[in-house]
């Protein structure tokens, strides 16, 4: 959408033909010439035809814009795709969903070279309006029914009768008050093509979504606008797009991922450095403690993982480990438990943890080292064999799962949000998913 | 929103390079300076701070 600023060259102000209202006298102007077909008077709200010199009164109606008034003054120029307009009419239509009345405004736009073009305002969601010069082809028989234009499919959204209930200014029809028609939107967002259809008239319109500061730029209106309410129909999602990118940009980095993941599989040196065979004796009372051989850790600082086989059979050992560098006196101190249970009950088999245990020492600097064992466990239950390994340079894939986790949860959310979004515009629609229609449309009684 | 994933993404992958190239690990360990030499002729005298540790005796 284009919106063109209305300074530092404001259109030059046409011609305005001044005329009397023939119901109360007051001054009428009309501003598009023989263009207008009806024009409205302020003062008595008597609807007049434009095209007869005698300004016949077609209708008269008592209401009043009330609490409910135009957000843009007739007489406003502003320019739109670079073309300067004047807003030369107003009216409001509503429809009932459900017994509820939704009302929006239309706002006419004049440009004696270029015609008439509508502004749409529906709680702060406003779309530049024209009626279209080309049928678009309606596909009946589609699940959800579409339309093409142009070569664009739009999806059908809704179908309402809608009345005029106030108008003001000029109009390039016929306008009455209480006037009814079928109004049928079908989106492309940001696009919508709207149908209307009096008698056996079908009046096609298309309209953009256009962010309400830009319009109040181009026409110079005072204020701020109304702050957008809610999702409508043809809105633009800020998700859908980032969701697509999001997931390309996501598909790289998992391939990398990947490369990663091989490359350091493949260099890793997952070099054993350490093993040694053990028993303990549950039933002797003497120290159980005791330190293995040195061993050498070359290359750079790394994990370490330590492996524990035992064959402990409903029963457990706890074996406290250190690991200590000779010559610094730095020690890793950690503990760890197996134990391995099982049995028959009314469930049948069971069994609980297991007989290998294996952990990663992180960052471990190059060095001689040494482990101190003391193992633990329940007193006189036999002797428990278990089994130490140590290995250098192993790659650690949880990091990698972590990382995973890491890189798709923004994706994730976003696409939430773009589904929300999606969710909340259709929820409106003739096509509300269960849940939402059941939640606007439910009676509580 | 694409830039700031872009950076996002970059970060978490040079931390996992890291984290993979300096064998970082979940595991919990405690890091002990300065262990006397002495432990090695009497390892018993090492006191391990997971030596209060409450074994699970139990099974189903």
Known sequence: ?445 | MRNIYMIYGVIVLGLLGMAEYRGFSLASVNEVKNVPRSVRDNPGSYRSVYAVYHHYTGGK
């Open chain 1, 1 to 445: 959408m284009v919106v063109g600023a209305g300074n530092p060259n404001p259109p030059a102000a046409p011609h305005v033909k001044a005329l009397n209202c023939p119901g109360c006298g007051a001054a009428l102007s009309l501003r598009s010439f023989t263009q207008a077909v009806t024009v409205v008077c302020d003062s008595c709200h008597s609807i007049l035809d434009a095209q007869d010199p005698q300004l016949k009164i077609l209708q008269q109606f008592k209401k009043a814009t009330g609490e409910d008034p135009a957000l843009i003054p007739l007489g406003t120029r502003g320019k739109i795709r670079g073309t300067p307009y004047e807003v030369v009419g107003f009216q409001r239509r509503t429809i009932h969903v459900e017994g509820i009345p939704y009302s929006w405004h239309e706002y006419v736009l004049f440009n004696p070279y270029k015609g008439f073009r509508y502004l749409t305002e529906y709680n702060g969601h406003w779309n530049d309006t024209a009626t279209l010069r080309a049928l678009p082809t309606l596909n009946p028989y589609a699940r959800q029914v579409t339309v093409n234009y142009l070569g664009e499919t739009y999806r059908h959204f809704q179908t309402a009768q809608a009345s005029t209930t106030y108008v003001l200014g000029e109009f390039p029809w016929q306008v009455r008050v209480g006037e009814a028609n079928e109004v049928t939107d079908y989106i492309s967002p940001p696009r919508v093509l709207s149908s209307e259809r009096s008698g056996k008239e079908i009046t096609w319109s298309m309209g953009e979504y256009l962010s309400g500061r830009d319009l109040w730029k181009a026409f110079a209106l005072p204020g701020e606008p109304p702050m957008p309410i809610g999702v409508y129909e043809n809105q633009p999602s800020p998700f859908s797009a980032n969701t697509k990118t999001i997931w390309t940009i996501f598909g790289a980095f998992l391939a990398f991922l990947l490369i990663m993941m091989v490359g350091f599989s493949a260099s890793a040196r997952d070099e054993q450095v350490f093993q040694g065979a053990y028993t303990f004796d549950t039933n002797s009372r003497g120290e159980a403690s005791f330190v293995t051989d040195p061993f050498e850790l070359k290359g750079h600082t790394s994990a370490l993982e330590l492996s524990t086989t035992t064959n402990v059979d409903n029963n457990w050992i706890y074996l406290n480990y250190a690991l200590i560098n000779q010559d610094t006196g730095q020690a890793y101190d950690f503990g760890r438990e197996v134990s391995y249970y099982h049995g028959y009950d009314s469930d049948g088999s069971w069994t609980e943890g297991s007989r290998n245990d294996s952990v990663a020492i992180p960052s471990v600097p190059p060095g001689t080292y040494f482990l101190r064992v003391e193992p633990e466990s329940d007193f006189a239950h036999g002797s428990i064999h278990y089994e130490v390994t140590a290995k250098r340079d192993v790659p650690q894939f949880s990091f990698f799962g972590i990382a995973l986790l890491a890189l798709l949860a923004p994706a994730a959310l976003i696409t939430w949000r773009s589904m929300n979004f999606e969710h909340l515009r259709w929820a409106e629609s003739d096509h509300a998913p269960a849940d939402s229609s059941s939640d606007s449309g439910g009676d509580d009684d």
